[in-house]
């Protein structure tokens, strides 16, 4: 399903992944543990194409490309640490950008009823700015709009 190859990763200077391999089966859990500085985010980076890399990645068998919103769109969301919410939308607001590039307005009200349900508590700050919801709440939202991309 995901097939990284020789991935590497230069920072300037700092070569922070060398000939990175590994592939994920379709149903397998991987954790990528390690120490700061380990080169996790760096890998995820890669993966969602944030960042530029050296070497092969494949998901579903497809050469995955070097465009953010083209890998959205083949089905990978990426939920960075830190929430990075949109402060200034409603919580709502925030989920629909989620789903920016889906057309499916029926699987889009589905979507959202899915997060609500994970995720109660967004439901009842649905109108709340996303910058004055707790940390925890801001997670959340963070998950739950990636959720709504439909990876």
């Given at each position: 399903?995901?097939?990284?190859?020789?991935?590497?990763?230069?920072?300037?200077?700092?070569?922070?992944?060398?000939?990175?391999?590994l592939?994920?089966?379709?149903?397998?859990?991987?954790?990528?543990?390690?120490?700061?500085?380990?080169?996790?985010?760096?890998?995820?980076?890669?993966?969602?194409?944030t960042?530029?890399?050296?070497?092969?990645?494949?998901?579903?068998g497809?050469?995955?490309?070097?465009k953010?919103?083209?890998?959205?769109?083949?089905?990978?969301?990426?939920?960075?640490?830190?929430?990075?919410?949109?402060?200034?939308?409603?919580?709502?607001?925030?989920?629909?950008?989620?789903?920016?590039?889906?057309?499916?307005?029926?699987?889009?009200?589905?979507?959202?009823?899915?997060?609500?349900?994970i995720?109660?508590?967004l439901?009842?700050?649905?109108?709340?700015p996303?910058?004055?919801?707790?940390?925890?709440?801001?997670?959340?939202?963070?998950?739950?709009?990636?959720?709504?991309?439909?990876?």
């Open positions: 399903m995901l097939k990284i190859n020789d991935l590497n990763v230069f920072y300037g200077g700092i070569h922070a992944l060398k000939g990175i391999s592939e994920v089966e379709k149903g397998q859990v991987v954790s990528v543990i390690g120490s700061n500085g380990a080169g996790k985010s760096s890998l995820m980076n890669a993966i969602s194409s960042i530029k890399y050296s070497g092969g990645i494949e998901f579903c497809q050469p995955l490309t070097t953010a919103h083209k890998v959205v769109e083949a089905g990978i969301s990426h939920v960075p640490e830190g929430r990075l919410v949109f402060a200034n939308l409603t919580t709502y607001e925030n989920l629909r950008m989620g789903a920016y590039l889906r057309k499916d307005t029926k699987g889009i009200a589905e979507g959202m009823e899915k997060v609500y349900t995720f109660p508590r439901k009842e700050r649905a109108k709340q996303a910058g004055t919801l707790s940390g925890g709440e801001q997670q959340m939202l963070a998950m739950g709009r990636g959720l709504m991309s439909n990876p």
